[in-house]
């Protein structure tokens, strides 16, 4: 039996759920004490910059550039910062993690979601592990706090279960952010937490918090809110709150978990887990017609029960999108749930 085609109706409900992440100010030494963390509040900056950006035909006319080097390119948006008596960022969200990548939430064809069932309910006994050790070394590495991580004094990572005897503490900084894998033993029983939620042994949720050294005074990065069609002149960076208090988009922060795909053609870094492996920050696509989702997901399928058995780097991929989420009937566009 030969599965030529995705379903017209196929979709997938996520399975690594964050919250969005909250935004506080304290000091470094402070971080066990939970009651001398303030919120963050957004405030407005408006400045009068120089110019920097112009268009050809202005390069091209000598005199219209001076005219315009001369005029001030005014700036106004939002802002967010440590208290100037503070030096240390804390970010702060839960992670629920969810089994059943074997069943699509939705399907319209029996045969292929019975075929899918049989070959992906065999992956899940084993597979897994692979995906669980990786989305733990992207928390434990604070990969999720993205521009706040760089040039940090210091990074500390704090993970807490209600089955764990004491909350895990990890050093960014030990965990490359190159790198996708560790033996580290506590990094270990992050994973299993993981596994269990994937796999559907035990319902699993975990609170993460970021303590990150900065310096007194120092400007953070909260994410920032799409605006279309700003009229001129008016404020034109507007960053995310949550009853005034600064945060991050949980889309933001689970892209930074299903950043485990080194399994591209020559990989170099990992990458966000996509269907055509897209990193639109840099314009390009890594996986090709041959070797994106819709593609290896039919090699699967049509595998021999044999061949099935086999945990290869591609499976790994497969699952990790299915993990991910998304609408993926052969009539609609790919899109995340």
Known sequence: MTIANVPSVLAFDRKLEPSDALMFSGNWNDSADGKKWLPIELFERRNRAVKSNFKQEVLN???????????????????????????????????????GIEQPSVCNEKRFEDCFKTKISAYVQNGLVELANRYAYNIVNGRFLWRNRVGALAAKIVVDHSSLDKELEFNAYDFPLNQTNSNNIELGKLANLILQGLSGTENILLKV?????????????????????????????????????????????????????????????????????????????????????????????????????????????????????????????????
Request: aromatic content about 8%.
């Open 61 to 99: 006319d000598e005199e219209l550039l001076q005219k315009e080097i001369t005029e001030a390119n005014l700036s106004w948006g939002d802002d967010a910062a440590l208290a100037h008596n503070h030096d240390t960022l804390r970010v702060s969200f839960s992670l629920r993690v969810v089994s």
């Open 209 to 337: 918090s970021a303590f990150v050294q900065l310096g007194e005074g120092q400007r953070v990065w909260p994410s920032q809110e799409m605006v279309l069609n700003s009229p001129k002149g008016e404020k034109s960076r507007h960053l995310f709150e949550l009853n005034g208090q600064a945060a991050m988009h949980c889309e933001k922060i689970g892209n930074a978990l299903r950043t485990i795909d080194n399994w591209y053609p020559d990989a170099t870094t990992p990458i966000a887990v996509e269907a055509y492996g897209t990193v639109t920050q840099r314009g390009v696509a890594y996986r090709s017609s041959r070797n994106d989702f819709k593609t290896l997901l039919l090699a699967w399928l049509n595998e021999s029960d044999e061949q099935a058995k086999e945990i290869t780097n591609n499976k790994h991929f497969v699952a990790a999108m299915l993990i991910r989420g998304g609408v993926f009937g052969e009539s609609a566009g790919d899109g995340e749930n």
